[in-house]
């Protein structure tokens, strides 16, 4: 049984990941994949680490994180697609983008300065941006070069709970960002 995680997250509008599910179809990563897909309505960009089964009172300090949080929205470019074992035997499939915007890095900081306040200074992440598309794939896949590069402009800071069989995501809090 696997446990709940709540995290601070942002995840692509339906018509991105069209684009995303498109561009995986005309390269056979979606067949390669199969069943090992994660579901595309999963697909998110991490912001913060996980709290582990969140009690009520964690939920409501980190609503209040998300709600205190002042950040610039900021457009991801992805431009490939690869695979890598992690360090559990498993193979990772991964959507990459070129670069990290300014805007990126300083909303994952806006993030990582609020938490402390809220007593949850153990959250960080060193996350690049990347929407990881299969935690446990079969095999591995060539690197996949995306021309045109896919876009993402990241507006909105959600605080999100993963949970359930099949699994998903729930939104517990949902924050505007600054315009880009």
Not at 94 to 112: I, S, Y
Not at 124 to 131: A, G
Not at 156 to 171: N, S
Request: glycine content about 8%; aromatic content about 8%.
């Amino acid at each position: 049984m696997s446990k709940s995680r709540m995290f601070f997250a942002a995840m692509p509008p339906e018509p991105v990941r069209q684009s995303i599910a498109g561009a995986l179809a005309r390269h056979g990563v979606d067949r390669a994949l199969g069943a090992a897909l994660f579901a595309p309505s999963n697909w998110h960009q991490s912001l913060s680490e996980r709290v582990f089964e969140p009690t009520q009172a964690q939920i409501n300090d980190l609503l209040a994180v998300g709600a205190a949080a002042q950040a610039h929205a900021c457009t991801l470019q992805y431009n490939r697609i690869t695979s890598r074992p992690d360090g559990d035997g498993r193979i990772q499939v991964t959507l990459h983008a070129h670069g990290e915007p300014k805007a990126f890095t300083e909303l994952v900081a806006e993030v990582q300065r609020r938490l402390p306040a809220a007593g949850y200074g153990a959250l960080q992440v060193d996350n690049k941006p990347h929407t990881t598309l299969s935690y446990d794939a079969p095999g591995l896949i060539d690197k996949v070069a995306l021309e045109p590069m896919l876009r993402w402009t990241i507006d909105e800071l959600l605080l999100l709970v993963g949970c359930g069989k099949p699994y998903r995501y729930d939104i517990l809090g949902r924050w505007p960002l600054l315009p880009e």
